[in-house]
């Protein structure tokens, strides 16, 4: 477990790095960004991060994101029906969701109805990328 979830917030921690640089866009809710603070509280992650430097994290993650509006009723599109709000968050702005999430990466996501896609956090290339607004 301690590997993994050092992983997983290494990882965590350049996503948020790289909406920080503005190298990438994110696009969130605040269902999203509340999830995220209560994960980050965790008392398994004092390990890896303070309880401060997380609550700041997703305070400047919630100031960079683009923050649409809440999706209203969204359709099932995945195994787990909590992720269904992040899948339409995702067509919305038609994006790419980064994710660990087997239920996300497994699931046919790009249709042509629907745009977003999943790939997995330690596959993020921000290489060329800019955010919107920008050259």
């Not at 997703?58 to 029906?81: S, T």
């Amino acid at each position: 477990m301690g590997v993994r979830a050092d992983q997983r917030l290494r990882h965590t921690r350049s996503v948020i790095q790289a909406v920080l640089a503005r190298q990438v866009m994110a696009v969130a809710n605040q269902h999203l960004l509340d999830e995220l603070a209560t994960v980050l509280a965790r008392p398994k992650f004092r390990r890896w991060i303070a309880l401060a430097d997380a609550v700041a994290s997703v305070e400047a993650l919630g100031r960079e994101a683009d923050l649409p509006p809440e999706p209203g009723a969204v359709p099932q599109r995945v195994r787990d029906p909590d992720d269904d709000d992040l899948v339409a968050l995702g067509d919305a702005a038609e994006a790419v969701i980064v994710t660990g999430d087997a239920d996300l990466l497994e699931a046919d996501l790009a249709t042509s109805d629907h745009s977003s896609r999943a790939t997995r956090s330690t596959g993020l290339d921000i290489s060329g990328h800019t955010p919107s607004g920008t050259t």
